[in-house]
């Protein structure tokens, strides 16, 4: 059959009929020129001014095709239609994604990053911060949870990951964190902060950067954050402290190691004998993850820390200190001695309180016993109030000065055993300081207490005679009456 034969028995044309004897299969349409859009020569070089234009402002105040094509116009007399207007722009966009290099990670390097997330510590909804340190090799991961994503935390998330692993890296992938740089060179190298700096000598880990802005750089560690929140942190956490939270993202992080991830045929765990194999040995001893600081202690006894005050013994008024500042507890010290411990506080300008550090002050001012605010939200057992109202009631001003006697046993004694000394005190009716002091140490000694009442002559007396019939006889007498 020819082709003019064919085209006509089929009823179609000769150029179907010429391109089915020229292809085994269909080759669809294909376009020989570009499309011409007569009505956009002129303009396209607007739109390519707004658009490199957006990239300066925030993205959700960019052009979209619907407003270049309002502007185009407005503003200079376009006539065309919105439809070539849309395609363009979309065209322009598709040429400008970046594309990427496929990347090959030695065994022992390392990537590390900081998340975010909700969770309930303590029956508290907050914000938590992780950090996150992959090896990409074997794509096992570390993942440990902070209040912030201070410069201590990102110590002190070294320090523990270095741990878990049982090495150093050869080398750690950051971004640009102001806790770790603190300023870029003009020739592209990092000047690193104080408190990374000395990590890096601790533990001679080569610190990689990736570029500003450029999260795709350290795409491996950017993918586990996103992994851990999806998977480690849902539904919402609850733990009644950060250390029970971080135990269980441990244990979640040796778990994944048993995984075998699409694309390999071992499990994580095995991958990861290759990094381990290429790491350093851990240094003897852990780095202090710890910013430290010099202050003075003011005349309330408080040292600032952080934009927060931290209470100190009332002995160390005005005198110089050091502070160093963990992740969960803040640590005073003056000369080569601690003089004070508190929970970290990561509020704004609060005030922490140790109660018993002004205790000695307030015993000469017993005056300031009601007004004292260390003393304000001191959540103490009730028996203390019914000792002190009993110490009030029998001495007046001088109760209340032994009543803060007995608190400042808590100077030496646990307040489990000076509750129970209380409490022993007020059985046996015994409201004094001598005498709680006495149980107290006769409770802590495991041994019995001898009081002597003669020593509070303060204390009520009571006299029990021997009662006599003729008693009971005048009694019968007067009801007869």
């Known amino acids: 059959m020819s082709q003019r034969e064919a085209a006509r028995h089929f009823n179609i044309s000769r150029d179907s009929v010429a391109k089915m004897l020229a292809f085994s299969v269909p080759p669809g349409y294909r376009r020989q020129k570009p499309i011409k859009r007569p009505k956009l020569d002129g303009f396209t070089e607007i739109i390519d001014a707004w658009l490199d234009g957006d990239r300066e402002t925030h ?3 960019r052009h979209t095709a619907k407003r270049v094509y309002d502007r185009l116009r407005e503003e200079h007399g376009f006539t065309g239609g919105y439809t070539i207007i849309k395609d363009y722009i979309r065209e322009r966009e598709r040429r400008g994604r970046e594309v990427f290099v496929p990347l090959a990670h030695p065994p022992g390097d390392a990537q590390a990053d900081f998340g975010e997330a909700v969770v309930i510590i303590d029956g508290v909804e907050q914000k938590a911060h992780f950090f996150v ?4 090799h074997s794509d096992a991961c570390f993942v440990r949870a902070y209040p912030a994503a201070t410069a201590e935390a990102w110590m002190d998330g070294h320090v523990h990951a270095f741990a878990f692993f049982g090495g150093v890296p050869q080398s750690v992938l950051y971004d640009n964190d102001r806790c770790l740089v603190s300023k870029i060179l003009a020739d592209g190298t990092r000047k690193r902060a104080t408190l990374f700096s000395a990590l890096q000598s601790h533990y001679l880990v080569r610190d990689r950067y990736g570029r500003p802005g450029k ?26 402290s950060w250390e029970a939270f971080n135990a269980d993202l441990e244990a979640q992080c040796r778990q994944r190691q048993n995984d075998t991830l699409r694309g390999h045929k071992e499990t994580i765990g095995d991958r990861l004998q290759r990094d381990l194999a290429a790491m350093k040995p851990l240094p003897g001893a852990p780095f202090e993850a710890c910013a430290q600081a010099s202050g003075r202690v003011s005349s309330q006894c408080l040292v600032r820390y952080e934009t927060n005050d931290y209470s100190v013994p009332v002995a160390y008024g005005h005198q110089d200190v050091w502070v160093r500042g963990y992740v969960d507890q803040v640590v005073i010290g003056c000369r080569g001695d601690v003089i004070a ?13 140790d109660p018993i550090h002004y205790l000695p002050l307030i015993e000469r001012k017993i005056n300031a016993l009601d007004q004292a605010a260390p003393l304000a939200e001191w959540d103490l057992p009730e028996e203390f109030q019914t000792l002190r109202r009993l110490m ?25 055993d000076l509750h129970a000394a209380v409490k022993d005190a007020l059985r046996l009716r015994a409201t004094g300081f001598d005498a709680v002091k006495h149980l107290l140490l006769c409770r802590i000694e495991k041994r019995p207490p001898k009081l002597d009442m003669s020593s509070y002559p303060y204390l009520p007396r009571a006299d029990v005679e021997t009662t006599s019939t003729a008693s009971y006889m005048a009694l019968m007498a007067e009801a007869a009456e």
């Open 133 to 136: 340190l992959d090896l990409p």
């Open 59 to 61: 993205r959700k105040q």
């Open 341 to 353: 411990r508190h929970p970290r506080c990561y509020a704004r300008e609060d005030v922490v309180f």
């Open 392 to 416: 009030e009631a029998h001495m007046l001003k001088m109760g209340r000065r032994e009543y803060v006697q007995v608190l400042r046993l808590l100077e030496t004694f646990g307040l489990d």
């Open 215 to 240: 999260g795709n750089d350290k795409g491996k560690v950017e993918g586990i954050v996103g992994y851990a929140r999806r998977n480690f942190m849902v539904p919402i956490p609850r733990f009644a």
